[in-house]
């Protein structure tokens, strides 16, 4: 096997890398500090005190109050499930998209159109 250490590291070194460039006495030497490995991307485990199985719970009481009729306590729950989500999965994920869906059909049914486009731009 042969290796070869490459010319410019930079050209495979992490976009989070440190370029630094240290001048010698036989020129200039170009130095790519990696980041620290204690500095891993983390995702975040809780929203306003609340994890996801927390969230769930929020969702099915969302569903319970508006079957019931009580619809100001379902939106409020609804828009907390869906914040939620969006703060722990990404406004993109699968899962926040149903329920984004959910709190759309949930205005609809009111006929609050304009609340309809809002929850899913």
Avoid: C
């Amino acid at each position: 096997m042969d290796w070869e250490t490459p010319k410019d590291p930079g050209e495979y070194a992490s976009p989070a890398a440190q370029r630094l460039k240290l001048t010698t006495q036989d020129g200039e030497l170009e130095v790519v500090e990696l980041e620290p490995a204690t500095r891993k991307q983390t995702f975040p485990l809780a929203w306003n005190g609340r994890n996801r199985a927390n969230l769930l719970e929020v969702l099915e009481a969302a569903r319970d109050s508006s079957r019931e009729g009580y619809l100001d306590r379902a939106e409020a729950e609804f828009t907390e499930a869906l914040e939620g989500h969006r703060y722990l999965l990404t406004p993109t994920h699968e899962e926040t998209v149903k329920i984004a869906y959910e709190l759309a059909n949930f205005y609809a049914e009111q006929g609050r159109v304009r609340e309809v486009d809002q929850v899913l731009e």
